[in-house]
C-alpha cells in the first residue's frame, strides 16, 4: 500500500550483467525487486563479456521495468523518483539503464537521481535491517571493489582503506578459474571451502605500512598458482577444497582484521559489509566472531541483495532525493566513478 506522503522510487541498474529494476517506498520497504542475470550467457567465457552484456540489457531493460511496476502494483504516474546506477561499471551496460530511466523520467516529468553502484550496495543495508542508521564502518567487497569506508551519513562517505590492485571478488574469480571451479568463482569457491582445511596451505597476507587499511590481494594470486605449479612437477594432485578453504581463509583474514582495525580507529560500534563477496558465508562469520566481545554489532544483507540489484539503488536514491541531490537529463555514465563524487 502506497500512503500520501510515502515516496516511490522506481530503481533501475545495469552496470554488469544483472538487468534489474525494484519499486522502492520510502527508502527502507521493497515492493518489487526484478533481477535477470546473465551469468549463463557469460559463464563459457569465464568472466562478463561487455558487448554481450549491453546487447543483452537493451533486450531486457524494459520488460524488466515493467515487470517491476507490475509486480509492486503500481503504474509510473506514482512514482515519485527515478533512481539509476551511473557508475562505476561498464560503460555501454551503464548507458542502457541510464538511457531508460532519463527517458521515463523525461515523459512522466519525474525527478531524476543517478547513483553510485556502490553507494547502492552500502544502501542494500538499509533494506534488510529496519534500524540500521549511519554512522557506520563499511567494507564494500566485490567484482571491482575492496573498500573500507567511513559512512558518516547517508550521503557522506570517507575511504579509509581499499584495494591497491585487485579486488577481493576479482581474486575469488580468478583463483577459482586456477583450480578448475567455474565463473562466478567466489559462490564456488565458499561452497568447495566447507570441506576443505584452511591450514591445509600458508598463503600471504598482505598488511601495508603502520596505520594503512589498503589491501593487496594480486600475491595471493600468484602464490596459488605456485602452489599449483608446485604440486604438478612433484607429480602431487591437490585438493581443490583445502586450496579453496586456505585461499578463502588468508582473504577473509585480512578484510577482516582491516574493518576491526578501522572500528577502532572511528570509535564506531557498528560494522555492515556490503558488495557481492558478502555473501561469503566464511567473511560473515569470522567477522561476527572477531566483533563479538569488543561491543561491535555486525550488519550484512541477505544474499540476494549482496549481488547487483535494483532495490539498493532505489533506496539509495531516496536518501539522496531527500538530501536535494538530483541530477537533470546531462548525467552520462561515468565508468570509473569514484566514492562520494557527483
Ligand atoms: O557486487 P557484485 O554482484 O558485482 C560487482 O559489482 O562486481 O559482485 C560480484 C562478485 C564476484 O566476484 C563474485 O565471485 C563475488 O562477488 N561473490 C562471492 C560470493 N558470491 C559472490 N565471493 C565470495 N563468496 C561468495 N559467496
Ligand atoms: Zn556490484
Known amino acids: 500500500?502506497?500512503?500520501?506522503?510515502?515516496?516511490?522510487?522506481?530503481?533501475?541498474?545495469?552496470?554488469?550483467?544483472?538487468?534489474?529494476?525494484?519499486?522502492?517506498?520510502?527508502?527502507?520497504?521493497?515492493?518489487?525487486?526484478?533481477?535477470?542475470?546473465?551469468i549463463n550467457l557469460h559463464q563459457k567465457y569465464g568472466g562478463v563479456v561487455p558487448e554481450i552484456a549491453s546487447r543483452k540489457h537493451v533486450e531486457l531493460v524494459i520488460p524488466v521495468i515493467n515487470q517491476a511496476l507490475e509486480e509492486a502494483k503500481t503504474g509510473l504516474e506514482d512514482v515519485d523518483i527515478i533512481g539509476v546506477t551511473y557508475g562505476p561499471g561498464l560503460v555501454g551496460a551503464l548507458l542502457v539503464g541510464l538511457s531508460a530511466a532519463k527517458g521515463l523520467a523525461f515523459s512522466a516529468n519525474k525527478p531524476l537521481v543517478g547513483i553510485h553502484h556502490i553507494e547502492g550496495h552500502i544502501a542494500a543495508n538499509y533494506l534488510e535491517h529496519k534500524d540500521l542508521e549511519p554512522p557506520f564502518i563499511c567494507l564494500v567487497v566485490s567484482g571491482g571493489h575492496s573498500h573500507?569506508?567511513?559512512?558518516?551519513?547517508?550521503?557522506?562517505?570517507?575511504?579509509?582503506?581499499?584495494?591497491?590492485?585487485?579486488?577481493?571478488?576479482?581474486?575469488?574469480?580468478?583463483?577459482?578459474?586456477?583450480?578448475?571451479?567455474?565463473?562466478?568463482?567466489?559462490?564456488?569457491?565458499?561452497?568447495?571451502?566447507?570441506?576443505?582445511?584452511?591450514?591445509?596451505?600458508?598463503?600471504?597476507?598482505v598488511y601495508f605500512e603502520d596505520g594503512s587499511l589498503d589491501f593487496s590481494f594480486s600475491g595471493i594470486k600468484t602464490a596459488v598458482l605456485n602452489y599449483l605449479n608446485s604440486q604438478e612437477q612433484k607429480g602431487?594432485?591437490?585438493?581443490?577444497?583445502?586450496?579453496?578453504?586456505?585461499?578463502?581463509?588468508?582473504?577473509?583474514?585480512?578484510?577482516?582484521?582491516?574493518?576491526?582495525?578501522?572500528?577502532?580507529?572511528?570509535?564506531?560500534?557498528?560494522?555492515?559489509?556490503?558488495?557481492?563477496?558478502?555473501?561469503?558465508?566464511?567473511?560473515?562469520?569470522?567477522?561476527?566472531?572477531?566483533?563479538?566481545?569488543?561491543?561491535?554489532?555486525?550488519?550484512?544483507?541477505?544474499?540476494?541483495?549482496?549481488?547487483?540489484?535494483?532495490?539498493?539503488?532505489?533506496?539509495?536514491?531516496?536518501?539522496?532525493?531527500?538530501?536535494?541531490k538530483m541530477s537533470d537529463m546531462h548525467l552520462n555514465a561515468v565508468p570509473g566513478l569514484k566514492i562520494g563524487e557527483r
Open 148 to 205: 573500507i569506508i567511513y559512512v558518516e551519513d547517508y550521503d557522506k562517505f570517507e575511504i579509509l582503506g581499499q584495494t591497491r590492485d585487485d579486488a577481493a571478488g576479482e581474486a575469488f574469480d580468478k583463483v577459482a578459474r586456477s583450480i578448475g571451479l567455474g565463473y562466478p568463482g567466489g559462490p564456488l569457491i565458499d561452497k568447495a571451502a566447507v570441506n576443505g582445511n584452511p591450514n591445509a596451505v600458508k598463503f600471504p597476507r
Open 1 to 38: 500500500m502506497i500512503g500520501e506522503k510515502d515516496i516511490v522510487v522506481l530503481g533501475i541498474e545495469t552496470s554488469c550483467d544483472e538487468t534489474s529494476a525494484a519499486v522502492v517506498k520510502n527508502g527502507r520497504i521493497i515492493m518489487s525487486n526484478v533481477i535477470s542475470s546473465q
Open 236 to 324: 602431487q594432485p591437490f585438493s581443490i577444497e583445502d586450496v579453496s578453504a586456505s585461499f578463502q581463509q588468508a582473504v577473509v583474514d585480512v578484510l577482516v582484521n582491516n574493518t576491526i582495525k578501522a572500528a577502532k580507529i572511528k570509535k564506531q560500534n557498528k560494522i555492515v559489509i556490503a558488495g557481492g563477496v558478502a555473501a561469503n558465508s566464511y567473511l560473515r562469520r569470522n567477522m561476527e566472531n572477531a566483533a563479538e566481545g569488543k561491543g561491535i554489532k555486525v550488519f550484512y544483507p541477505s544474499i540476494i541483495l549482496c549481488t547487483d540489484n535494483a532495490a539498493m539503488v532505489g533506496s539509495a536514491a531516496y536518501y539522496e532525493y531527500k538530501k536535494g
